[in-house]
């Protein structure tokens, strides 16, 4: 009964940082929001016995991807101080 | 007019939704075949005895050749998209001043071994518990993120030689070890590997495909990092 | 109802949370975002229902490892197509078409 308690509150975590990410203004809060979503899809993964998905979830899935995403949005923004200083 | 084909997909994508937590709920059970026993049965033969790898590995080899294929693809699709720009990293003098980057340094320099040695075990243990190359090569990736943001490691602008063969060494082996195998143990089969050698083939591989991913991992993130704002040049 | 199917069911959810925000999300970074949580849906979906009886099945699991290699593949290459696009238009969306033209090709 608890696990399955666990598993509720995990999927609505899941669900709710997947829709924040998607309907937040800020650009940056929304790529924090999915490397928040994917470090959870980490957790998911190891409840459905799969150590192997969760370790390459959270180095790759939120770490790597989060990087990328983190960049371009710096990126970005350097790029529009330039355009309208 | 907009607001209204907004609600429309909103809609639709739910009506979508409902239909699909319908669909998993009233999916009957697999009558006949039982993928996991028939992995268990055949994992003797395989080489290693962890089953997720004996799957990556040798059951489905097949999909991790044409995934490591796909990954380059990627790749050179991301260096064509970067123009040719000089190099444009601050001096490391810089970074050193300010105390905040002074821990971001520390931390780099400590943990990046730490890294490739944790790299190293997963790549060892992934024959007989959680881990394998995939693994191995995300920490290796993660370590040279870590180097590029802390100025360590400068971006990558256009790659020299040496980078260019650790890239496609990986496929490189794995390529060879196939071309081999066909042509010797099991003529006219891609990827059967001899059940008596397949855990030093399945390792071998394992090691070009490490090396190979964390290089392919790494540039995807430092070939990009080190695009430059001002881009007049490639006009 | 087990805890695999919960899962499955939620990476429905996630599916249909990404198609609608790649449909209608006009900023490409956030259909970037989109893209990937209808990805991780995906492979929720896969191992989940792979695994409604109890036991872990490893075949998924190697199809899902598969798949986050290469979905971050493809968010890098998308990453750098937007900064393309980026410096060639000046702006992070798709070229509005002008309403009602009706063409399939540009005169240039």
């Known amino acids: ?85 | 007019m907009r607001n209204l084909l907004n609600v429309l997909v909103i809609v639709l994508s739910a009506a979508l939704g409902l239909v699909l937590i319908g669909v998993i709920l009233e999916s009957p059970s697999p009558a006949r075949v039982r993928l996991p026993e028939e992995v268990l049965m055949q994992i003797g033969a395989s080489g290693v005895t962890h089953p997720v790898t004996a799957v990556l590995l040798n059951f489905r080899g097949y999909d991790t050749l044409l995934e490591v294929m796909v990954l380059l693809l990627a790749l050179l699709g991301v260096l064509a998209q970067m123009g040719k720009q000089k190099r444009e990293n601050p001096p490391a003098g810089f970074y050193l001043t300010e105390p905040r980057m002074q821990v971001l340094l520390w931390l780099a320099r400590v943990l990046v071994p730490l890294m490739v040695l944790v790299a190293g075990y997963l790549l060892w243990a992934g024959g007989h518990q959680p881990g394998g190359a995939f693994q191995a090569g995300a920490v290796l990736a993660a370590a040279g993120v870590l180097l590029n943001l802390s100025g360590l490691l400068p971006s990558w602008m256009e790659p020299a030689w040496n980078l260019r063969a650790g890239l496609v060494s990986g496929l490189l082996v794995f390529l060879l070890i196939a071309a081999a195998v066909m042509m010797t143990a099991s003529p006219g089969l891609l990827l059967q590997y001899p059940p008596a050698s397949a855990g030093m083939l399945i390792l071998l591989v394992e090691t070009g495909l490490t090396l190979s991913l964390g290089l392919i991992l790494a540039g995807l993130f430092l070939f990009l990092s080190g695009d430059a704002i001002d881009d007049e040049a490639d006009k | 109802m087990s805890g695999a199917l919960i899962y499955a069911c939620a990476g429905a959810v996630l599916f249909v949370f990404g198609v609608t925000g790649l449909i209608l999300l006009p900023h490409l970074l956030r259909k970037i975002l989109a893209f990937n949580i209808m990805g991780s849906g995906v492979f929720l979906v896969l191992v989940g229902l792979g695994q409604r009886d109890g036991t872990p099945d490893p075949v998924p699991q190697a199809m899902v490892l598969t798949g986050i290699v290469v979905a971050v593949a493809a968010t890098a290459l998308a990453l750098a197509l937007v900064r393309r696009l980026l410096s060639l238009t000046g702006k992070i969306q798709f070229p509005e078409e002008p309403e009602g033209s009706g063409r399939c090709w540009k005169n240039k």
């Open chain 1, 1 to 85: 009964m608890s696990s399955l308690i666990l598993d509720l509150l995990l999927v609505i975590a899941l669900l709710w940082s997947a829709l924040r990410s998607l309907m937040t203004r800020d650009l940056f809060r929304a790529v924090v929001l999915f490397i928040v979503f994917g470090l959870l899809m980490a957790l998911v993964w190891a409840r459905l016995h799969a150590p192997d998905i969760a370790l390459a979830e959270a180095a790759i899935g939120a770490g790597l991807t989060g990087a990328l995403l983190l960049d371009t949005v710096g990126y970005l923004r350097k790029k529009q101080q330039e355009s309208f200083p």
